[in-house]
T-cell receptor, first 115, second 115 residues
Framework: GAGVSQSPRYKVAKRGQDVALRCDPI?????LFWYQQALGQGPEFLTY????????KSGLPSDRFFAERPEGSVSTLKIQRTQQEDSAVYLC?????????????FGPGTRLTVT | QQQVKQSPQSLIVQKGGISIINCAYE??????FPWYQQFPGKGPALLIA?????SEKKEGRFTISFNKSAKQFSLHIMDSQPGDSATYFC??????????????FGRGTQLTVWP
């Protein structure tokens, strides 16, 4: 399996719970992006990593959202005190290019439902 | 503010027909324009992409037409097949002062190809 993988594929959380979403990028890909896709909408940028450095977190909707990529490979998106408006599909994408430009390969996403 | 505007929202085409989806952008600094195909429950998959130094790019049944002066680009699917039924997203990236690889997506077009 050479593609981007994400886990869990589905997550149901009660409002107020913390969740952690995992992304395994394609091996050797330097750049990693997180996007949020609401139902019936296009993906929206959340944050960008180049190796272990988080270079852009301007898309994170609130300080309840936190992302990390400590060893420059696997990344985790954490959402604290989940709210109903956090319900969405969270997509991870990786790219070989150091700037993140060019082809981005997406994982299948994690569908988060907050009840 | 939607950086990339996509139309139509939905499209129904007969098998063998041509599907055309249009996108427009405002940011003249954008320099990479990909199209993604997404099936239900899957992540977006890169279909074809173009840079503004060419006006057209063709890969198999898929063609991107790019009009730099009008800031518009479109996807043409020739000989549309039922298996092409999916949601299609246009996107754009590039520009100074921002994460170069960050993709700005359109809202998507749901294509249905009738057999």
């Amino acid at each position: 399996g050479a593609g981007v993988s994400q886990s869990p594929r589905y997550k149901v959380a009660k409002r107020g719970q913390d969740v952690a979403l995992r992304c395994d990028p394609i091996s050797g890909h330097v750049s990693l992006f997180w996007y949020q896709q609401a139902l019936g909408q296009g993906p929206e940028f959340l944050t960008y990593f180049q190796n272990e450095a988080q270079l852009d977190k301007s898309g994170l909707p609130s300080d309840r959202f936190f992302a990390e990529r400590p060893e420059g490979s696997v990344s985790t998106l954490k959402i604290q005190r989940t709210q109903q408006e956090d319900s969405a599909v969270y997509l991870c994408a990786s790219s070989l290019a150091t700037s993140g430009r060019g082809e981005q390969y997406f994982g299948p996403g994690t569908r988060l439902t907050v009840t | 503010q939607q950086q990339v505007k996509q139309s139509p929202q939905s499209l129904i085409v007969q098998k063998g027909g041509i599907s055309i989806i249009n996108c427009a952008y405002e940011n003249t600094a954008f320099d990479y324009f990909p199209w993604y195909q997404q099936f239900p429950g899957k992540g977006p998959a890169l279909l074809i992409a173009i840079r503004p130094d060419v006006s057209e790019k063709k890969e198999g049944r898929f063609t991107i037409s790019f009009n730099k002066s009008a800031k518009q680009f479109s996807l043409h699917i020739m000989d549309s097949q039922p298996g092409d039924s999916a949601t299609y997203f246009c996107a754009a990236s590039g520009g100074r002062g921002s994460t170069l690889g960050r993709l700005y997506f359109g809202r998507g077009t749901q294509l249905t190809v009738w057999p």
